[in-house]
């Protein structure tokens, strides 16, 4: 599979700060990549640096469209999109308006038809159909994601960067995101997803990269990384998707000695066994 | 008071009014997509006629040197910052914006306006002039806070008024100016003498705020330039960039200011520091429309060339007295209409 | 020790000030006067600006207000400078009020831009009216006359402004360092944290508005019996952005920067006059452009101004002060018996336009217990909390809290009932003390206000406020970070002041938002502990989490809701089993 994202020691600093060290990384077409890593691990410093919304030292390179790499608009241009963690809706607009807004520069392509578009987000997201006419900022928390992501579809994006798109929502808005995911991944289209929710990262991803401190602490196929050791101590016993503390567990903000330890790393999940279901009751009380 | 002086006296308004009304129009546009209140624009205004005066009597425009001066550093500040970030595309536009374009303006200006050159001409070189002001004075003063707070743009807007016309006074002098009218001789309406000039700035005031109000409605490109002010990342992620929509704004502010100038040269004596008044006169029109709505802020306006025109009819001296406290009522309307709620989104 | 020598600096400085009569120039005198009475406007800009967050554009109109008065007042009238000085500062503080009220309400650039108006029409006025002499303004007023003794001469002008700025800036300093202060110096960051415990918002940024006001009304009353003269000039628009240019030059952050801002403009006006004169000929203005560049500069890379630049290279090694002893004060309430409602809301609905937020909820919260509530985001938690708080009017519905029903609810009036808050995203003043945030919560146990600061009779009262305040800080475990700036510390510990905020302002019903939020493992061990002895102490706790396991732990009953509605309250165990609570919390297909 041809290389769309090619990072090669990347490295962002703010002021004194250290966000991301000689980070390099790379995303193939068609394959959902997946960045996992607890808070403040620079995983949003990455994907903003990938954008270029912040300045960064090393090279981005997007290998099949050498333009891009020359301003955010040109990424965006070159259908390169970003679905920030802060959602960064247009609040007094209305949600068609931010719709519509999304397919910006490509309103003068040949053939472009707005409505069509429109059509097709509005199948992903029947609730955002329902809600058309209401202003962006009166949304809940999910529709607001669903909303962002929406946006950013209606680019018809070609590589698709999603930093947090499960922060802070309810295990029903998760699955169905992460349900879009598995759709767009099924049309072909490259993922860039950042997640704390490892396990349900992971379940869609075909590589990933764990990232701690700024620095790639492991990478591989994202099978061998959900089998490896320490993975599954740091991420995985925590990870549930409908588990108990809400869709992202929170993982202890700083590991101290990398991935093998952490306060809570070592608590058995109590609802290991039911890894079928595709959410799963948190309480456990029902099952 | 007889119905003709109150004729005579509406119809001043209403000419006095239509000024205000390209100046309020300018205001909501520049303040909508980049939040910042645009005090400089009246000393664009002034600047316009004072050029387009300068060109008439055979002299060099000192709007030619406060253009290279501003050029010149916007072109070290932007540069530098592109060649830092070895952003090949910055160092082109920047190249380009505060480099080639201004020069040729320029130059045109130095050599290719002699004294007989047809008006047009001499207008066409003005808005020139002043047009491309307008993205210097935002690259300066305004793009490296664009995402501060209202009220330190504000703060900004101000001193960059007080440059301007400390700098106006330098090279233009304390004489005030009248330049020639151009539209031939004045329209007789029954009782009414207007002139051709008045019917001008009515007509283009109308016709700017049909065009803004529908352009901001109905397009999408309108929208693109509010959604930089409501999420300036937002905007970069649809691939519009919040600094480029505010150079649009503000060459759209400076394109209204020159075409301005040139309407109400021949209307009034404008001097270097006219346009602090003239600006703040439009702002109490914007505010009538929450500094939002196009047709609101034109409404507002023409009411403060009204209140202006009768104001000095009875008590002359206190004319600026009367319009500035008008303010007063306008905004304790607006603090009902729009009360200040802090609401947190969930 | 070192405190002790910076806490006396000012008098020295004031004693060597006293004698530059001795060593200066009359015309270096008539400068330094001059800087002296521009410190006093800018220390009242600084109480406004930098401590308040509103900007004025009008504020040489209010020092015309304060000369005109009393110039007219002791010429035409024939009265006492001193009888012109409460005038002139009576009509600054009338005035000031009257465009205050009509603004204060509105964001920021609205005032600012009302001042403005103010100063346009002011110097209009006042060169139009025939009674204060036109453009040619008034002369020969009388010198102010202590006893029998008229202050005439430039030495004499010279120690009456000085005393005069002096005295300026230490009730400045004590204001601010006193109640009503901590309420202004918590207004920059809006208004919310003041309404939220128990303080008027809108009424202290009036306060701030009038007092920078009646500071620059004191102003120029000295100027015109020091002067003998007023006219419209110097009360322009011009003269007031130069003095918001000194004020954020200096830094509108503390008083000292009026002080240095007001000086070095000063002077450097002086200079570059001389300087630029001989070159552009003498009606130049371009001193002006440089001011203006120097502003922009300014806003651009150093937005808190000069002075902080300078107290980073002197104060690095300041030691903090010395811990106040904490005091455990009663309560001033009668708790509730345990077990009792303190809060009761039947059928409470909120719409916003079309969408129903909070749609028909009814439920109670009890003495010495904790209510938890749960629910996805957009469930309406965050509405209906806001309802409670009385940050949000409620559509329709029943509120009634120990009893008493509640018709409309506000923000301040909840807290004096005996409701205490914390925020969702944290809300302190980052740059006062975490001590001092606390103390912001005690706020409405104390009843000082700006004349007793102002005339030191708040000692006793401040004591017993930021001992209580420490108290708290201990009992959330942070008694050794009292001084620290609060913005400074780490979330889980700002979370834990916004708490121990809450607890000073001695509630009955504490209402937490998400506070375990952010939170590492053991610092959440820690609040649930703290939590439970709150419990204890019969306090009713309200909790609303998105961490259901932390909840659950806790809470004695739990509360769900779902699309603004109460899908379930009961025992946790109970709630838990709820097969629709599993459905629209958890997505399970039933």
Same mark, same amino acid.
């Given at each position: 599979m041809s290389i769309l994202l090619d990072l090669e020691r990347l490295s962002v600093r703010y002021n004194r700060l250290t966000a991301l060290s000689d980070v390099s990384l790379e995303a193939r077409a068609g394959e959902v990549t997946t960045v996992i890593g607890p808070n403040g691990a620079g995983k949003t410093s990455l994907v903003n640096a990938v954008m270029g919304l912040i300045p960064s030292r090393g090279r981005v390179t997007f290998p099949l469209w050498p333009k891009a790499a020359l301003s955010t608009g040109a990424r965006v241009r070159a259908r390169i999109c970003l679905v920030p963690e802060t959602r960064d809706l247009f609040g007094p607009m209305t949600v068609l308006d931010n719709l519509r807004l999304g397919a910006f520069v490509a309103r003068s392509e040949r053939g472009f038809d707005m409505e069509a578009r429109l059509a097709e987000v509005a199948r992903l997201f029947p609730r955002l159909d329902e809600r058309r006419h209401q202003q962006a900022q009166t949304l809940s928390g999910g529709e607001r994601q669903m909303l962002a992501l929406g946006r950013a579809l209606m680019l018809r994006p070609r590589f698709l960067m999603l930093d947090e798109p499960s922060l802070g929502l309810a295990p029903l808005v998760v699955a169905e995101i992460f349900r879009v995911i598995e759709q767009l991944k099924r049309d072909g289209v490259a993922i860039l997803l950042i997640e704390q929710n490892a396990r349900a990262a992971l379940r869609v991803a075909d590589h990933a990269y764990v990232l701690e401190g700024g620095e790639v602490q492991l990478q591989g196929s994202a099978a061998t990384v959900m089998a490896d050791?320490?993975?599954?101590?740091?991420?995985?016993?925590?990870?549930?998707t409908g588990?108990?503390?809400?869709?992202?567990?929170?993982?202890?903000?700083?590991?101290?000695?990398?991935?093998?330890?952490g306060s809570e790393a070592s608590r058995p999940a109590r609802d290991a066994g039911v890894h079928h279901a595709r959410t799963r009751p948190a309480i456990g009380a029902a099952s | 008071m007889t119905f003709d002086i109150a004729a005579v006296l509406f119809q001043d308004g209403v000419a006095n009014g239509a000024v205000y009304v390209l100046l309020a129009t300018v205001l909501v546009l520049v303040f909508t997509v980049t939040r910042i209140v645009f005090v400089p624009q009246g000393d664009l205004i002034a600047f316009s006629a004072l050029t387009l005066a300068a060109f008439e009597a055979g002299h060099t425009p000192g709007t030619v040197w406060i253009l290279a001066l501003g050029a010149a550093l916007a072109l070290i500040?932007? *540069? *530098?910052?592109a060649a830092g970030e070895r952003n090949l595309a910055g160092l082109?536009?920047?190249?380009?914006?505060f480099g080639a374009v201004p020069a040729a303006i320029v130059l045109t200006a130095l050599f290719l306006v002699p004294k007989e050159a047809p008006l047009l001409w001499k207008m066409a070189v003005t808005c020139a002039l002043i047009t491309c002001l307008g993205p210097i004075l935002y690259r300066l003063v305004f793009e490296p806070i664009a995402a501060a707070s209202p009220l330190v743009l504000l703060i900004a807007a101000v001193a960059a008024h007080f440059g301007l016309s400390s700098i106006g006074l330098h090279v233009f002098g304390a004489e005030g100016v009248r330049t020639p009218g151009f539209a031939g001789p004045p329209l007789v309406v029954g009782d009414l003498v207007v002139t051709r000039q008045t019917v001008g700035v009515i007509a283009s005031s109308l016709v700017l705020v049909g065009l803004l109000s529908l352009f901001f409605r109905r397009s999408l490109s309108g929208k693109a330039l509010l959604a930089a002010a409501h999420n300036r990342r937002g905007a970069e992620l649809i691939g519009v960039s919040a600094t480029a929509a505010g150079r649009t704004a503000f060459i759209v502010a400076g394109l209204i200011g020159a075409i301005s100038g040139i309407l109400i040269g021949p209307m009034t004596t404008l001097y270097y520091d006219s346009g602090f008044i003239l600006g703040l006169k439009g702002f109490v029109g914007a505010i009538v429309g929450a500094l939002a709505i196009y047709p609101l802020a034109a409404l507002g306006a023409l009411l403060v060339g009204l209140v202006e025109a009768f104001a000095s009819f009875w008590a002359s001296a206190y004319r600026d007295v009367i319009v500035f406290t008008l303010i007063t009522p306008v905004l304790f309307w607006r603090s009902l209409a729009s009360p200040h709620v802090e609401e947190e989104a969930e | 020790m070192m405190r002790r020598i910076l806490a006396w600096a000012p008098l020295g400085a004031l004693a060597v000030a006293a004698m530059a009569p001795l060593l200066l120039t009359p015309?270096? #005198?008539?400068?330094?006067?001059?800087?002296?009475?521009?410190?006093?406007?800018?220390?009242?800009?600084?109480l406004m600006t930098g401590v308040a967050g509103m900007v004025s554009f009008g504020q040489a109109a209010f020092v015309g207000v304060g000369a005109y008065v009393t110039a007219a007042l002791s010429t035409t009238f024939a009265l006492s400078p001193w009888i012109g000085l409460v005038a002139a500062i009576a009509s600054a503080a009338v005035l000031a009020a009257l465009i205050g009220l009509i603004t204060v309400r509105m964001s920021g650039h609205y005032l600012a831009l009302a001042t403005l108006c103010f100063c346009i029409s002011f110097y209009f006025l006042v060169g139009n009216a025939e009674l204060l002499g036109r453009f040619n303004g008034i002369t020969g007023i009388p010198p102010v006359t202590v006893g029998a003794i008229a202050l005439r001469s430039e030495a004499a002008g010279f120690a009456l402004v000085l005393g005069a700025l002096a005295l300026v800036i230490w009730w400045t300093r004590r204001l601010l360092a006193s109640r009503t202060g901590r309420v202004l110096r918590s207004l920059r960051t809006g208004t919310v944290i003041a309404e939220s415990f128990g303080v008027d918002g809108q009424r202290h940024r009036l306060i701030a508005f009038v007092a920078a006001a009646v500071t620059a009304a004191l102003s120029g009353w000295l100027y015109a019996h020091v002067q003998r003269f007023v006219n419209p000039t110097p009360f322009g628009v011009p003269a007031s952005i130069d003095y918001l240019f000194m004020t954020v030059i200096g830094g509108s952050g503390q008083v000292w920067g009026?002080?240095?801002?007001?000086?070095?403009?000063?002077?450097?006006?002086?200079?570059?006059?001389?300087l630029l004169q001989p070159v552009f000929g003498a009606t130049t203005r371009l001193d002006m452009l440089v001011f203006a560049a120097l502003m922009i500069v300014m806003l651009h890379r150093a937005r808190r101004g000069l002075w902080p630049l300078l107290q980073g290279l002197i104060s690095l090694h300041l030691p903090a002060p010395p811990i106040v002893a904490g005091i455990d004060l009663p309560s001033g309430r009668a708790r509730p018996t345990p077990g009792l409602p303190v809060l009761a809301a039947s059928h409470m609905r909120r719409s916003f336009g079309g969408l129903v937020a909070v749609d028909d909820v009814s439920f109670d919260v009890r003495a010495g217990e904790i209510l938890g509530v749960l629910g996805p985001n957009g469930a309406g938690k965050s509405t209906l909390f806001n309802l409670i708080s009385g940050t949000l009017p409620r559509s329709s519905g029943e509120l009634s809290f120990l009893g008493q029903p509640l018709a409309s609810v506000g923000a301040r009036d909840m807290c004096r009932r005996g409701l205490a808050r914390t925020f969702q995203?944290?809300? #302190?003043?980052?740059?006062?003390?975490?001590?001092?945030?606390?103390?912001?919560?005690?706020?409405?146990?104390?009843h000082c206000g700006l004349a007793a600061a102002s005339l030191g009779l708040d000692r006793a009262e401040e004591r017993?406020? #930021?001992?209580?305040?420490?108290?708290?800080?201990?009992?959330?475990?942070l008694a050794d970070k009292a001084w620290e700036a609060a913005g400074s510390l780490p979330l889980g510990h700002q979370r834990l002041v916004e708490i121990a905020r809450a607890l000073a302002a001695d509630p009955v019903l504490l209402l937490l938002d998400e506070p375990a939020a952010g939170l590492r493992a053991n610092e959440k061990t820690d609040l649930a502990r703290l939590l439970l002895e709150l419990r204890a102490d019969g306090l009713a706790i309200l909790l609303v989490e998105h961490d259901m396991e932390f909840v659950s732990e806790l809470a004695d009953r739990l509360m769900v809701m779902n699309f603004g509605r109460l899908i379930a309250c009961g025992q946790p165990g109970e709630v838990r089993a709820n097969v629709e609570v599993q459905e629209a919390y958890l997505g399970v297909a039933a």
């Amino acid at each position: 599979m041809s290389i769309l994202l090619d990072l090669e020691r990347l490295s962002v600093r703010y002021n004194r700060l250290t966000a991301l060290s000689d980070v390099s990384l790379e995303a193939r077409a068609g394959e959902v990549t997946t960045v996992i890593g607890p808070n403040g691990a620079g995983k949003t410093s990455l994907v903003n640096a990938v954008m270029g919304l912040i300045p960064s030292r090393g090279r981005v390179t997007f290998p099949l469209w050498p333009k891009a790499a020359l301003s955010t608009g040109a990424r965006v241009r070159a259908r390169i999109c970003l679905v920030p963690e802060t959602r960064d809706l247009f609040g007094p607009m209305t949600v068609l308006d931010n719709l519509r807004l999304g397919a910006f520069v490509a309103r003068s392509e040949r053939g472009f038809d707005m409505e069509a578009r429109l059509a097709e987000v509005a199948r992903l997201f029947p609730r955002l159909d329902e809600r058309r006419h209401q202003q962006a900022q009166t949304l809940s928390g999910g529709e607001r994601q669903m909303l962002a992501l929406g946006r950013a579809l209606m680019l018809r994006p070609r590589f698709l960067m999603l930093d947090e798109p499960s922060l802070g929502l309810a295990p029903l808005v998760v699955a169905e995101i992460f349900r879009v995911i598995e759709q767009l991944k099924r049309d072909g289209v490259a993922i860039l997803l950042i997640e704390q929710n490892a396990r349900a990262a992971l379940r869609v991803a075909d590589h990933a990269y764990v990232l701690e401190g700024g620095e790639v602490q492991l990478q591989g196929s994202a099978a061998t990384v959900m089998a490896d050791a320490r993975v599954v101590g740091a991420y995985l016993g925590m990870g549930r998707t409908g588990g108990a503390q809400g869709p992202v567990a929170e993982p202890p903000e700083r590991i101290e000695g990398g991935l093998a330890s952490g306060s809570e790393a070592s608590r058995p999940a109590r609802d290991a066994g039911v890894h079928h279901a595709r959410t799963r009751p948190a309480i456990g009380a029902a099952s | 008071m007889t119905f003709d002086i109150a004729a005579v006296l509406f119809q001043d308004g209403v000419a006095n009014g239509a000024v205000y009304v390209l100046l309020a129009t300018v205001l909501v546009l520049v303040f909508t997509v980049t939040r910042i209140v645009f005090v400089p624009q009246g000393d664009l205004i002034a600047f316009s006629a004072l050029t387009l005066a300068a060109f008439e009597a055979g002299h060099t425009p000192g709007t030619v040197w406060i253009l290279a001066l501003g050029a010149a550093l916007a072109l070290i500040l932007a *540069g *530098g910052k592109a060649a830092g970030e070895r952003n090949l595309a910055g160092l082109a536009s920047a190249a380009l914006w505060f480099g080639a374009v201004p020069a040729a303006i320029v130059l045109t200006a130095l050599f290719l306006v002699p004294k007989e050159a047809p008006l047009l001409w001499k207008m066409a070189v003005t808005c020139a002039l002043i047009t491309c002001l307008g993205p210097i004075l935002y690259r300066l003063v305004f793009e490296p806070i664009a995402a501060a707070s209202p009220l330190v743009l504000l703060i900004a807007a101000v001193a960059a008024h007080f440059g301007l016309s400390s700098i106006g006074l330098h090279v233009f002098g304390a004489e005030g100016v009248r330049t020639p009218g151009f539209a031939g001789p004045p329209l007789v309406v029954g009782d009414l003498v207007v002139t051709r000039q008045t019917v001008g700035v009515i007509a283009s005031s109308l016709v700017l705020v049909g065009l803004l109000s529908l352009f901001f409605r109905r397009s999408l490109s309108g929208k693109a330039l509010l959604a930089a002010a409501h999420n300036r990342r937002g905007a970069e992620l649809i691939g519009v960039s919040a600094t480029a929509a505010g150079r649009t704004a503000f060459i759209v502010a400076g394109l209204i200011g020159a075409i301005s100038g040139i309407l109400i040269g021949p209307m009034t004596t404008l001097y270097y520091d006219s346009g602090f008044i003239l600006g703040l006169k439009g702002f109490v029109g914007a505010i009538v429309g929450a500094l939002a709505i196009y047709p609101l802020a034109a409404l507002g306006a023409l009411l403060v060339g009204l209140v202006e025109a009768f104001a000095s009819f009875w008590a002359s001296a206190y004319r600026d007295v009367i319009v500035f406290t008008l303010i007063t009522p306008v905004l304790f309307w607006r603090s009902l209409a729009s009360p200040h709620v802090e609401e947190e989104a969930e | 020790m070192m405190r002790r020598i910076l806490a006396w600096a000012p008098l020295g400085a004031l004693a060597v000030a006293a004698m530059a009569p001795l060593l200066l120039t009359p015309y270096q #005198l008539t400068v330094a006067t001059y800087i002296m009475l521009a410190a006093i406007v800018c220390t009242g800009l600084v109480l406004m600006t930098g401590v308040a967050g509103m900007v004025s554009f009008g504020q040489a109109a209010f020092v015309g207000v304060g000369a005109y008065v009393t110039a007219a007042l002791s010429t035409t009238f024939a009265l006492s400078p001193w009888i012109g000085l409460v005038a002139a500062i009576a009509s600054a503080a009338v005035l000031a009020a009257l465009i205050g009220l009509i603004t204060v309400r509105m964001s920021g650039h609205y005032l600012a831009l009302a001042t403005l108006c103010f100063c346009i029409s002011f110097y209009f006025l006042v060169g139009n009216a025939e009674l204060l002499g036109r453009f040619n303004g008034i002369t020969g007023i009388p010198p102010v006359t202590v006893g029998a003794i008229a202050l005439r001469s430039e030495a004499a002008g010279f120690a009456l402004v000085l005393g005069a700025l002096a005295l300026v800036i230490w009730w400045t300093r004590r204001l601010l360092a006193s109640r009503t202060g901590r309420v202004l110096r918590s207004l920059r960051t809006g208004t919310v944290i003041a309404e939220s415990f128990g303080v008027d918002g809108q009424r202290h940024r009036l306060i701030a508005f009038v007092a920078a006001a009646v500071t620059a009304a004191l102003s120029g009353w000295l100027y015109a019996h020091v002067q003998r003269f007023v006219n419209p000039t110097p009360f322009g628009v011009p003269a007031s952005i130069d003095y918001l240019f000194m004020t954020v030059i200096g830094g509108s952050g503390q008083v000292w920067g009026a002080l240095l801002g007001a000086a070095l403009v000063t002077t450097a006006k002086q200079e570059l006059q001389g300087l630029l004169q001989p070159v552009f000929g003498a009606t130049t203005r371009l001193d002006m452009l440089v001011f203006a560049a120097l502003m922009i500069v300014m806003l651009h890379r150093a937005r808190r101004g000069l002075w902080p630049l300078l107290q980073g290279l002197i104060s690095l090694h300041l030691p903090a002060p010395p811990i106040v002893a904490g005091i455990d004060l009663p309560s001033g309430r009668a708790r509730p018996t345990p077990g009792l409602p303190v809060l009761a809301a039947s059928h409470m609905r909120r719409s916003f336009g079309g969408l129903v937020a909070v749609d028909d909820v009814s439920f109670d919260v009890r003495a010495g217990e904790i209510l938890g509530v749960l629910g996805p985001n957009g469930a309406g938690k965050s509405t209906l909390f806001n309802l409670i708080s009385g940050t949000l009017p409620r559509s329709s519905g029943e509120l009634s809290f120990l009893g008493q029903p509640l018709a409309s609810v506000g923000a301040r009036d909840m807290c004096r009932r005996g409701l205490a808050r914390t925020f969702q995203h944290v809300k #302190l003043v980052p740059d006062m003390s975490a001590l001092e945030n606390v103390a912001m919560g005690a706020t409405q146990r104390g009843h000082c206000g700006l004349a007793a600061a102002s005339l030191g009779l708040d000692r006793a009262e401040e004591r017993r406020l #930021l001992g209580w305040s420490q108290h708290l800080l201990a009992r959330v475990g942070l008694a050794d970070k009292a001084w620290e700036a609060a913005g400074s510390l780490p979330l889980g510990h700002q979370r834990l002041v916004e708490i121990a905020r809450a607890l000073a302002a001695d509630p009955v019903l504490l209402l937490l938002d998400e506070p375990a939020a952010g939170l590492r493992a053991n610092e959440k061990t820690d609040l649930a502990r703290l939590l439970l002895e709150l419990r204890a102490d019969g306090l009713a706790i309200l909790l609303v989490e998105h961490d259901m396991e932390f909840v659950s732990e806790l809470a004695d009953r739990l509360m769900v809701m779902n699309f603004g509605r109460l899908i379930a309250c009961g025992q946790p165990g109970e709630v838990r089993a709820n097969v629709e609570v599993q459905e629209a919390y958890l997505g399970v297909a039933a």
